[in-house]
């Protein structure tokens, strides 16, 4: 079973409006950590936000934020007042019992977001 | 800079040969990590090392190979055993707080 699933493949939206890119999880363990990356079309990934399973409020990182629905283990990333730049990959990714050092990061397939001028 | 350094960007080589990916950090982070990713895919672990001298395998290790002789420096071995070879490979260290990791520019193989 799929751990991160991200449903989108690809999105086009018009410059200036909100983007929502979906992500749901799947894990047992009660503590965990949410990522979203950024992949431009050079390659590197780019960290944008991280959300830890105990955290009381979603993450916020200036134009983006990250709605958390712990109940139905969704951490979608909001986009606010799409720019050009925002056209790319973007990933979520999921690290369980974020303390363990043997842990490792795993990442959904990715969405690509196309923003229109 | 404070940064990741992965060298070649774009590397070239016919099949049968193995080939080294370099990755250097100066970030200081004890843990470093290799990526494969195919087009239209997801990242998956190759290796992985959390101190010197030590290093673990990924979720698909087979026909690659690593070594970790300094922090800074964690070179990926790209072996002949290896099916499919030709893709993106990315180098990622790890920060111990919330534990994000930072990754490098990435390299391209193609085997041909």
């Known amino acids: 079973a799929q751990k991160i699933t991200q449903t989108q493949p690809g999105m086009f939206v018009q410059e200036k409006e909100a983007v929502t890119l979906d992500c749901t999880y799947d894990t047992s363990d009660p503590s965990y950590g949410l990522f979203w990356y950024k992949q431009p079309s050079s390659g590197e990934m780019i960290f944008l936000i991280y959300?830890?399973?105990?955290?009381?409020q979603n993450a916020t990182e200036g134009r983006y934020s990250l709605n958390f629905q712990k109940a139905r283990k969704s951490a979608n990333l909001v986009i606010s007042a799409s720019q050009l730049g925002d056209s790319a990959m973007y990933f979520c990714?999921?690290?369980?019992?974020?303390?363990?050092?043997?842990?490792?990061?795993?990442f959904g397939k990715g969405t690509r977001l196309h923003i229109l001028p | 800079d404070g940064g990741i350094t992965q060298s070649p960007k774009y590397l070239f080589r016919k099949e049968g040969q193995n080939v080294t990916l370099s990755c250097e950090q100066n970030l200081n982070h004890d843990a470093m990590y290799w990526y494969r990713q195919d087009p239209g895919q997801g990242l998956r672990l190759i290796y992985y090392s959390q101190i010197v001298n030590d290093f673990q395998k990924g979720d698909i290790a087979e026909g690659y190979s690593v070594s970790r002789e300094k922090k800074e420096s964690f070179p990926l071995t790209v072996t002949s055993a290896q099916k499919n070879p030709t893709a993106f490979y990315l180098c990622?260290?790890?920060?111990?707080?919330?534990?994000?990791?930072?990754f490098g520019p990435g390299t391209r193989l193609t085997v041909t």
């Open positions: 990622a260290t790890e920060t111990m707080t919330v534990r994000e990791q930072y």
């Open positions: 990714a999921m690290r369980e019992a974020p303390l363990n050092r043997d842990d490792k990061i795993i």
């Open positions: 959300q830890g399973s105990y955290d009381q």
